[in-house]
């Protein structure tokens, strides 16, 4: 069992190091975080990201706004934040209210203070493999940090990412890609035998679509690795991922868990982007 929570605590105290040596130096990580509406899940974890940034030593700021908030007010405060020196990291929650076009907002965002990395620029520089730094979606990043911890060889490998979101799915492919693993993307359209055969061959499998269940047991190469990116709240209020665990744990060397795996790491990985974007955008070498 790949532990998130304990994987995200040395993360976030990493980040809390190195927060603590910008603020000896008079610079306090400032995020802001934009919540429209109240989508209950949203509003859980924007409580859980201040709740981290208290503890790691990040200034952050929820800035919520009703439902029938207007995409141009959405922009405005965007304006905003982009202009102010004390804010790092802006990140607008998703999803939005459908009237308000979410990509207008992600290209709003300054691309040096874009901690969801979704802004095409930084996307892009993912997609070409360009050097230096600039931010990358903390979902897979975070599922990066959990595959290293297993301390196993991906080099030449092959992996499977199930779903092509820009919140997981495409930076997820671009990051297995530059550790040098051989990644397939799947989604909606690949057929259910098809996906079937490519996961049976994949040593890591990264599963992100939102199907409570999708993955079992029976799709798995014994000795996988399988990471579980699905958050599904079911009727009775449990919380499940996109893979069946109780089928699937026998079969892989590594799983994680939901809740408890990679949930926990992106808030934590958003807190080591929000470190750096300050060092970087005062441009400070941090070690
Ligand atoms: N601009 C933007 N950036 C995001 O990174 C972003 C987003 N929008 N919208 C929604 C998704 C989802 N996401 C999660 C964060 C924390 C948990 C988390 O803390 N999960 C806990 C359980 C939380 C619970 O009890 O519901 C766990 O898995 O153990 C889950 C999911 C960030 N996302
Ligand atoms: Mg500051």
Known sequence: MID???????????????????????????????????????????????????KVGVQSQTIVMPVETTEAEV?????????????????????????????????????????????????????ANRAGYYPIANTPRGVMTLLDATQQTLHGKQAIVIGRSILVGRPMFSLLERANMTVTLAHRHTPRAELRRLTQQADVVVVATGVPGLITGDDLKEGATVIDVGINRLADGSLVGDVDFASAEPKAAFITPVPGGVGPMTIATLMQTTVELAAVNHGVELD
Not at 13 to 39: F, H, N, S, T
Not at 76 to 91: F, G, M, R, S, T
């Open 4 to 54: 998130g929570k304990t994987i995200a605590q040395t993360v976030r105290a990493r980040a809390a190091e190195r927060a603590q040596k910008l603020a000896e130096m008079g610079i306090v990580p400032g995020l802001a975080v934009i919540l429209v509406g109240e989508d209950p899940a949203s509003q859980i974890y924007v409580r859980n990201k201040s709740r981290a940034a208290k």
């Open 75 to 127: 922009l405005a405060i965007v304006a905003q934040l982009n202009e102010d020196a004390a804010v790092d990291a802006i990140l607008v929650q998703s999803p939005l209210p459908k009237h308000i076009d979410e990509e207008k907002v992600q290209e709003a965002i300054l691309p040096s203070k874009d901690v969801d990395g979704f802004h095409p620029e930084n996307i892009g520089r993912l997609f």
